[in-house]
Nanobody
Framework: QVQLVESGGGLVQAGNSLRLSCTAS????????IGWYRQAPGNERELVAAISSGGGTNYADSVKGRFTISRDNAKNTVYLQMNSLKPEDTAVYYC?????????????WGQGTQVTVSS
């Protein structure tokens, strides 16, 4: 079991930046991948960005070139730097941790943090 705590959401104007943080209750070395997802009202939850334990990253096409995911293993924290924000980035952002232990995959979610981008 991994507890995840997100922070850093808020209300910003379009074009501005925010940095989200996701702090895990255990070493991020032990987590195969940590991802940021978002869900806007009426929409399905979608992957925004993810980073593996080896440092590999992947991004949704809609955020490539604007968002950067990174990790600080000493702080058990993953960050999502969001630049050039757009109103369509408005959503609740969730942190997700995936651990594979043998043949079992464990998935844990944070409580979410609201990001609102005004035009």
């Amino acid at each position: 079991q991994v507890q995840l705590v997100e922070s850093g959401g808020g209300l910003v104007q379009a074009g501005n930046s925010l940095r989200l943080s996701c702090t895990a209750s255990r070493s991020t070395f032990s987590i195969n991948a940590i991802g940021w997802y978002r869900q806007a009202p009426g929409n399905e939850r979608e992957l925004v960005a993810a980073i593996s334990s080896g440092g590999g990253t992947n991004y949704a096409d809609s955020v490539k070139g604007r968002f950067t995911i990174s990790r600080d293993n000493a702080k058990n924290t993953v960050y999502l730097q969001m630049n050039s924000l757009k109103p369509e980035d408005t959503a609740v952002y969730y942190c997700n941790a995936r651990r594979v232990v043998g043949s079992t995959t464990y998935i844990n979610w944070g409580q979410g943090t609201q990001v609102t981008v005004s035009s």
